[in-house]
């Protein structure tokens, strides 16, 4: 337990708690959710084992509760963990976060559900697809039953937490992921985090040579913008509170990464087509408009990289 706490510390993945399954069955918590289901007429006994009949609520197959040794099953932790939810700690919604290889154990969760008396709505499942890591174009093998892994650990040091965090959030839920460990680590347009920092860092070095130049861009007139690569780049700062709340809504963290990545365009694109720091006589307003278009877009890029608790680094 402590390596996987250390884990997902340097991940940057932080629990408000941890729960501790024993404490279900040596706090009574197990048989109360099994008192309660039986009143309500979803427990059988047969075959010298205690059973929650789930087929009544449309899952394929009644599930063992109790084997006939008087040792609980898997199933009967979810039982009691989810009563602990509902009834003891008050949860409004659970949301529970698996693997694809439990995919088989989701109609179980919904017979659970409305045995229980709570409506459908109050459980969400999601369901994560597999990784697959690559190096380069060559897919990494690997192999519980021949002991060939590579621990979260392992890709965490090879290629930093910030290209980890962003490259898993890339992929909706339901899709499979190919992780390029090669590109990961990449210091080039090609891969996405080095993209995006370094559009932070670049705006961070604009700033500072305004300041360096002791030019005040705080009451820039944003009315002078109004060439395409100025607009473009205001049109996709303002979906961000938009795309924040839709992903919010829908459980759909994924947006947030191609977001950022669009938006280090827009900015490259901007930079590339409109002189910022100008040093030409008559265009000191004209510079001081953009200094405060890229300050927003600074505000921007940098909510995005902490939304993703990854760096938003100063220089590169």
């Not at 990449?186 to 996405?192: A, I, L, T």
């Amino acid at each position: 337990m402590d390596r996987i706490r250390e884990d997902l510390i340097k991940l940057r993945i932080e629990f408000d708690e941890w729960f501790n399954e024993k404490t279900l069955f040596v706090n009574g918590q197990f048989e109360d959710s099994m008192a309660l289901l039986e009143e309500k007429g979803y427990v059988t006994e047969r075959e010298g084992a205690v059973w929650f009949a789930s087929t009544l609520l449309g899952d394929e197959k009644d599930k063992v509760m109790v084997r006939g040794n008087g040792i609980p099953t898997y199933f009967a932790s979810d039982v009691a963990y989810h009563y602990n939810k509902f009834f003891e700690r008050n949860f409004d919604h659970v949301i529970n976060i698996w693997g694809a290889d439990h995919q088989g154990h989701a109609l179980f969760m919904k017979a659970l559900v409305a045995a229980l008396g709570m409506p459908e709505d109050k459980l969400t499942l999601i369901i994560n697809q597999l990784v697959t890591l690559k190096r380069g174009g060559e897919t990494v093998r690997l192999s519980k039953r021949t002991g060939d892994i590579i621990t979260l650990r392992e890709v965490i040091d090879e290629v930093g937490s910030d290209a980890c965090r962003f490259f898993f959030l890339s992929r909706a839920a339901d899709s499979q992921m190919e992780f390029d460990m090669e590109l990961a680590k990449e210091q080039s347009q090609e891969n996405p985090v080095y993209y995006i920092q370094y559009a932070h860092a670049r705006i961070a070095s604009i700033l500072r040579l305004a300041e360096e130049r002791s030019i005040d861009w705080k009451d820039g007139d944003v009315s002078l913008l109004g060439h395409d690569a100025e607009l473009a780049l205001i049109r996709k700062m303002l979906e961000l509170p938009e795309l924040i709340s839709m992903m919010a809504n829908n459980l759909e963290a994924h947006h947030l990464p191609h977001y950022a990545s669009d938006l280090a365009t827009a900015f490259h694109w901007f930079y590339q087509n409109c002189r910022v720091v100008s040093g030409v006589e008559g265009e000191e307003e004209l510079s001081k408009a953009r200094l405060k278009l890229v300050d927003a877009a600074r505000v921007a890029l940098a909510r995005c990289l902490s939304l993703m608790v990854m760096d938003a680094p100063e220089k590169m």
